[in-house]
């Protein structure tokens, strides 16, 4: 199952961002790698602070997903204050582009 995440950080949650952000870039590789990961990034507000996520992911099931984000950095310590699971389809490229 492919899914996005639209997470929003919680109201002065930069400092605890910037200080857990090399466990959350160590946590999307390790993930990347096993291919549940596809693409993310930082949501950025009109200053170009970070003020959230957008992850691209794909998982088996819904509860995979859910497991992932019990031991996501950002998601057990408070970094992300909402975090909105929507169900997708990736675009299939390759096919696309033939």
């Not at 996005?4 to 590789?29: I, Q």
């Amino acid at each position: 199952m492919e899914f996005v995440l639209l997470a929003r950080d919680g109201a002065d949650s930069l400092p605890k961002r910037m200080a857990t952000r090399s466990s959350h870039m160590a946590g999307l590789k390790t993930e990347r790698s096993k291919g549940s990961i596809r693409d993310g990034g930082a949501i950025l507000d009109k200053t170009g602070a970070m003020v959230g996520s957008v992850v691209l992911c794909e998982f088996t099931s819904r509860e995979e997903l859910d497991m992932y984000l019990s031991k996501e950095i950002y998601a057990i310590s408070g970094v992300w204050e909402k975090v909105e699971i929507l169900e997708m389809r990736f675009v299939d490229w390759p096919t696309l582009m033939q």
